[in-house]
């Protein structure tokens, strides 16, 4: 009985940000999505990021700042639209070994190479393994490989397409004599995405902000604003950091939506602390939101641990209570235990949300500096084009029908 009440309550859509949340089991069971519930600590955190930033982007930021909340939750509706999505938003780290997980890449070239296969199809229609992830390879060659890896599949990856051009395949392999005649078709297979991808997308988005910010383009800088919002609050999230990231490996089904948007929805906004300080100038994006992660990640344990202990001692009677949200009905975490938790938490909810808020607008004001600190005062986001409405529709079609790809924290 208390595992189905968990799993009424706790369909989750996901995992929002720090807090986030979930589109409930309703609304799965009737295929109607409530967005904005769910959606509450990812928003919160926009929004008040935008309301630490210097005057000099404030003047764009301010009157933008409803966007910029909005669109917070954009990159967690994607997750219905395309299976490309999911993986933005966590990394498995405990699939590679343990703290500091000194042999995986903190750059995302170098740790997509050592996850990926190079196979090639004959004119029979034979496959061939060409190059093996495990493969020991000479300095030289793996430097010569690295560049061509780089051309010529990393942008494959990153357009969702798992196909590598056949000339260039023979090009490169024939000069290092491992290919004596041209293949009709080259692919590669990667073993990385499964495990989530969330620091190195980190790095990818902060570059495309510093870009959009260099070219001043208004409609961009909003956008990816808003989205990278969205996975530096995931990534402060510890159950974003690990495999068993809705307590499905320990039996805490339902965890997942109990820290990041029960607690959250409850007391965020009654009791939480958000004068969170100014943002500051990052020296090294892609090293600092590897240490978002890992942080969250060394918080893994006491999540769970604590949680287990406290189910095990409160009242079995009071853990869960009927409660009404967005209008509907249905059984969550009761009010006090929720507390409870939170206490003996000692407040790491509220601190990873409070961290969240400023690293958010670090990320912002270090893109905006490294892009030479462009003058916003004049820029003009304008209105929608034509495809941009149409893509945003798209999303929010895909998740009103509530078929999410790959992961989800609902059980
Ligand atoms: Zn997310």
Redesign the pocket.
């Known amino acids: 009985m208390k595992k189905q009440l968990n799993n009424l309550l706790f369909l989750s859509s996901?995992?929002?940000?720090i807090l986030?949340l979930t589109a409930s089991a309703i609304p799965e069971k009737t295929g109607i999505n409530l967005p904005s519930w769910g959606f509450f600590a990812?928003k919160r955190i926009n929004r008040l990021a935008v309301l630490t930033l210097p005057p000099e982007m404030m003047v764009f930021f301010k009157k933008h700042i409803d966007f910029i909340a909005d669109h917070a939750v954009d990159?967690?509706m994607r997750?219905y639209a395309t299976r490309l999505e999911g993986a933005?938003?966590?990394i498995d780290l405990d699939q590679y070994g343990t703290p500091p997980f000194e042999n995986l890449p903190r750059n995302w070239s170098d740790a997509l190479i050592r996850h990926t296969d190079i196979r090639v199809v004959d004119s029979k229609g034979d496959t061939m393994l060409l190059v093996d992830h495990r493969d020991t390879m000479t300095p030289v060659f793996r430097q010569e490989y690295r560049k061509w890896f780089r051309q010529s599949v990393v942008p494959a990856f990153y357009s969702g397409n798992h196909e590598v051009n056949p000339d260039s395949v023979f090009r490169f392999f024939s000069d290092w004599g491992r290919l004596d005649t041209r293949p009709a078709d080259a692919f590669f297979q990667e073993y990385i995405s499964g495990h989530g991808i969330l620091p190195w997308n980190l790095q990818h988005f902060q570059q495309k902000l510093t870009d959009a910010f260099r070219e001043r383009d208004a409609r961009l800088i909003l956008k990816l604003s808003a989205e990278i919002g969205?996975?530096i609050?995931?990534a402060h999230v510890p159950l974003?950091t690990c495999s068993n990231y809705n307590g499905q490996k320990t039996g805490q089904h339902g965890i997942h939506g109990f820290w990041e948007s029960r607690i959250p929805e409850l007391f965020a906004d009654e009791s939480y602390d958000y004068f969170v300080g100014k943002p500051v100038y990052i020296e090294n994006t892609r090293d600092w939101f590897w240490q978002c992660a890992l942080d969250s990640h060394s918080m893994v344990d006491s999540v769970l641990s604590i949680e287990k202990a406290l189910r095990e001692s409160f009242p079995a009677d009071r853990q869960m209570c009927p409660d009404m949200r967005q209008g509907i009905m249905g059984i969550h975490p009761c009010r006090e235990f929720a507390s409870a938790y939170q206490e003996a938490l000692d407040g790491m909810v509220e601190r990873r949300m409070r961290a969240a808020i400023v690293a958010v607008s670090s990320a912002w004001y270090t893109a905006w500096a490294n892009a030479g600190q462009p003058d916003l005062s004049g820029l003009n986001a304008g209105t929608p084009n034509q495809q941009e409405l149409e893509e945003e529709q798209t999303v929010r079609n895909a998740f009103a029908l509530g078929k999410i790809f790959g992961r989800t924290e609902e059980h």
């Open positions: 996901c995992t929002v940000a986030m990812h990159p967690d997750r933005r938003h966590f969205h996975y609050g995931d974003h």
